[in-house]
DNA sequence: AATATTAATCGTATTTTTACGATTAATTAC
DNA sequence: GTAATTAATCGTAAAAATACGATTAATATT
């Protein structure tokens, strides 16, 4: 009991889901954002823009990175993030369709 | 601690992330995807419908009613449900406004 | 009026998320 | 080689999300 039924969901949802999990922090938002921006972005440029804590953005960072939102080159000690494109693209993908699926219902004039 | 540092973010990024949480569960979005087809759905369907139970369920109907999403009309003893338009208008253009700030800056060819 | 149906809410257990300080492992600078 | 920098991870506390059964309040049926 508390866990998530994933399995009992379509892998369309569950995929829409996950993404959309990806974003659904104020932080996380500001990461790629920032990512976007700058293109790319080391750690530490990213820690001194956020209002969180070193070890707090690091989590926020592995959670993108495990959505396969972004990816960390390691350049020395550092390690600079940019946005996974393709992911990206296939995020933008799953979630505006369910928003265009919304469009095309809408349009069905009745 | 633990909470959410949402006053440390922008307005925009908060509401994206507002948005994306709505969407970050595979039964709201199996919800939502219910309702498109079906323009609108009585509380007791949608419940026969997902594999949840109906308390689980009308928790999820109320967090989309609380991103106003979506809205429910009384009608006596039952509760018809559907897209909220202008919210759901503004939850796309918001996560599509990220997406798409990506893609412009993509485009700037360097 | 008594009963049944419907959907929200309450109470609760479990899991997950959020956040931080401290530590660690690695590279870099001296 | 030693000290400093960098970023991930560990440990932990607090908060939020997920899920369900039980209860409640309201409408509908008999």
Redo the contacts with the bound molecule.
């Keep these: 009991?508390?866990?998530?039924?994933s399995d009992e969901f379509s892998v369309k949802d569950n995929r829409i889901a996950t993404y959309a999990?990806a974003l659904?922090?104020p932080?996380r938002v500001a990461i790629l954002r920032l990512l976007i921006q700058r293109q790319a972005c080391?750690?530490?440029d990213i820690?001194d823009e956020l209002p969180?804590?070193?070890?707090?953005v690091?989590?926020?960072?592995?959670?993108l990175k495990e959505a396969r939102l972004i990816k960390?080159d390691i350049?020395?000690?550092?390690?600079c993030y940019c946005i996974d494109d393709h992911e990206m693209n296939a995020a933008k993908n799953a979630i505006q369709g369910l928003f265009d699926s919304y469009e095309v219902q809408k349009n069905k004039c009745c």
């Design positions: 009991m508390g866990s998530t039924k999990k659904a922090h932080a080391v750690c530490g820690v969180l804590s070193q070890s707090t690091s989590q926020h960072l592995k959670e960390g350049d020395g000690a550092r390690v």
